[in-house]
């Protein structure tokens, strides 16, 4: 089941959350440097490491009260000890705090040299973050790659392993996949040295964000696979959580009907989680709320987004986003449309810009169950067409993720059978080359001339049917045109005469044989040409034809249309002599009751559909029969005006389907 899709260029979640808990140096197994002395903390460090001190107003004036006078007894160090740990604790709790990161930089260039490589790389690091999670990429990537020094400690080499990490995400929302990937491994390589499991599971799920970059969601899955796998073997569980919520938007993107399941068990596996923020949980919650409300469980759906509305101005943009389409959908479904419309306004071009068709198709219907019940109709068809747009590019792009993924095998399998045959030619070479030569060269024949028989005989009966269609036109003018003088001669022609032997006669009786000798000109008229067809258009014509047949004939026939006049005016006079020629032939031949005309106008084609409940016919043998003058005149009218005709006929009736591409 789908339920919606993050932005691509929004990637970086993934790095920030774990981010979260970047400043608790995780423990390795195996030691590659020397371990260094634990840290000690005095009273003032223990203050700021507290994320509950960081909400207080007085915790920013009284850091910078003790930071200006460590710098000022020039304890060098100790400032830059409470500088990193008060910017660990600042992204903890998602405050970006522009004031903070130019007093690092400033630092960092005034004292960078006289620092340890530890704090050194880590203030580099802080800043190189700060950066990214504001959006600003590139200074993020060059303050991250500013950070990475020689190490001669495990926690510089831990520094640059997380910061290798974090320039995956970097990179890859620059667009930058090859120096995304590069990194990606570097990290992994890392990590693995480390013997550091919980950050080896999640640089093998950032890696799969790379991929899921590209679509290969095969590729994807893999490495959402190995990294999930890996990060359960620890006890780590903020990043347990963070892998599961990225593996759960890689389920949405894939559409993997495993995903309301997987929903479920990473909720609970959160809710038995000892050590949990509201905040940490807001991303879990609302896809939770989401699945509910698609559940219709709405009054459960309440409870979860009441109690995560007070939060959603403390998280990210894309935790926001999870919350606010379920919102909108549960608003929307309990009748009271979204009180946040604004948002999806706002969303709607940078999605396009980023080719993002599964959002832009939930925020159009979300926009269009909104204007539909608020009755603004308008907006709401409006909404519609853009949904269909939206879903119909997200279906071409699934069809290209699969034909990538079938391409992928077929070079595959194609590369296996080269090596099978390439062993198979060191014994059978010439023999095998002589036959497929040989097997070559009459397929190919063959193929040639059942081609050309094939060709010869469309041309042929292409060719008679012309000939045959022009004969019958011809006939059919004749007839018409006799027809015509018959209608003047016996009705006209006569009325004239008995209107000039009655002009002695009272002049009421002269008064109706007058009328009587307009309303069979008028007949004439409209059999030759709809009346004012020009200046009244398509759709009242063809009502007035559908209630002449109606009144002349013992048949009902039901009309559907939906057209904007997008056609010419002599287009839209063959379209109305196409249904005139499908309804008289039904009348004549289906032995049908009933029939219905349905145009549609699309974004780029009119499409015509005649469909009747009569008898059905056998469509190639009466077309090719030289008889059926009504089929081919509806055939050649569609391809004068640019379309294309299909005839489908069975025991339950006949269906004729007409394109017409605007102009």
């Known amino acids: 089941m789908h339920y919606y899709k993050r932005q691509n260029i929004s990637l970086y979640l993934l790095f920030f959350i774990i981010g979260l808990s970047a400043c608790n140096t995780p423990k390795t ?93 880590n203030l580099y690091s802080n800043v190189g973050l700060y950066y990214s999670d504001i959006g600003k990429f590139d200074m993020g990537t060059y303050y991250l790659n500013k950070s990475m020094v020689p190490a001669n400690d495990k ?46 599971g999640a640089t093998y799920s950032g890696i799969a964000c790379i991929y899921r970059f590209q679509d290969d969601y095969t590729e994807a899955l893999n490495y959402e696979n190995q990294g999930f796998e890996l990060i359960k073997k620890t006890s780590d ?111 709607i071009p940078e999605l396009k810009e980023n080719e993002d068709y599964l959002r832009l198709s939930l925020y159009n219907h979300i926009l269009h169950d909104d204007a539909f019940l608020k009755k603004d109709y308008k907006n709401a068809l409006y909404y519609q067409r853009q949904f269909q747009i939206a879903t119909d590019s997200l279906n071409n792009k699934v069809l290209r993720i699969k034909v990538k993924e079938f391409d992928k095998k077929y070079k595959t399998a194609q590369k296996e059978q080269q090596i099978h045959l390439q062993e198979a030619e060191i014994s059978k070479k ?38 045959n269609f022009t004969k019958q036109l011809l006939e059919n003018t004749e007839t018409e045109r006799k ?72 048949f009902m026939v039901n009309l559907d249309i939906d057209y904007s006049g997008s056609l010419t005016s002599s287009d839209e006079l063959q379209i109305y002599r196409i249904i005139q020629e499908a309804l008289t032939n039904v009348i004549k031949y289906a032995n049908a009751y009933a029939a219905k005309i349905t145009i549609n106008d699309g974004n780029d084609k009119v499409f015509i559909e005649i469909r009747d409940n009569g008898k059905g016919f056998d469509v190639k043998n009466t077309i090719n029969s030289g008889k059926a003058f009504g089929l081919h005149n509806i055939i050649e009218r569609s391809r004068v005006i640019g379309g294309q005709a299909n005839i489908q006929s069975s025991e339950e009736g006949t269906i004729i389907t007409i394109s017409i591409a605007k102009k």
């Open 237 to 347: 569980s903020d990043k347990i959580l963070v892998v599961s919520l990225n593996k759960i938007t890689l389920y949405n993107d894939m559409n993997n009907p495993n995903l309301g399941v997987f929903i479920d068990s990473t909720r609970r596996f959160a809710q038995a989680w000892s050590k949990k923020t509201d905040l940490q949980l807001f991303g879990i919650e609302s896809w939770y709320a989401f699945k509910l409300v698609f559940e219709n469980k709405l009054e459960e759906a309440k409870v979860i987004l009441d109690k995560l509305k007070p939060l959603v101005n403390s998280v990210d943009e894309v935790s926001r986003d999870y919350y606010f389409n379920a919102f909108s959908e549960y608003e929307i479904k309990m009748g009271q449309g979204s009180k946040i419309i604004d948002y999806y306004h706002k969303k």
């Open 155 to 200: 926690s510089t080499y831990q520094n640059n392993a997380y910061s290798a990490y974090s320039l995956i995400f970097c990179h890859l929302n620059n667009g930058r996949l090859a120096q995304s990937l590069s990194n990606g491994f570097k990290a992994l390589k890392m990590y693995e040295n480390l013997k550091d499991t919980a950050y080896l």
């Open 483 to 554: 027809r015509i003088a018959s209608d003047l001669h016996d009705s006209i022609s006569h009325e004239l005469l008995n209107l000039k032997s009655g002009l002695s006669q009272d002049i009421a009786i002269v008064s109706n044989k007058i009328d009587g000798i307009i309303n069979d000109i008028r007949g004439i008229s409209r059999n030759l040409h709809p009346v004012m067809f020009d200046k009244i258009g398509l759709e009242p014509n063809i009502e007035a034809l559908i209630e002449r047949i109606q009144y002349q004939n013992d």
């Open 430 to 467: 010439n023999s095998l080359i002589g036959l497929l030569v040989s097997s070559i060269i009459g397929l190919f024949l063959l193929i040639t001339t059942y081609y050309l028989w094939h060709k010869q005989k469309n041309l042929t009966q292409e060719k008679n049917n012309s000939m």
């Open 29 to 121: 197994d195996v030691s590659i440097f020397p371990e260094a002395p634990e840290e000690k903390l005095d009273q003032y460090c223990s203050y700021f490491k507290n994320t509950q001190n960081a909400s207080n107003n007085a915790y920013m004036p009284f850091f910078y009260k003790r930071f200006n006078k460590l710098v000022h007894e020039n304890k060098i160090d100790s400032a830059a000890q409470i500088l990193t740990i008060t910017g660990d604790c600042l992204r903890k709790i998602y405050i970006l705090d522009s004031s903070f990161i130019k007093t690092n930089l400033h630092f960092l260039g005034k004292f960078g040299k006289k620092l340890s490589s530890k704090y050194y790389s």
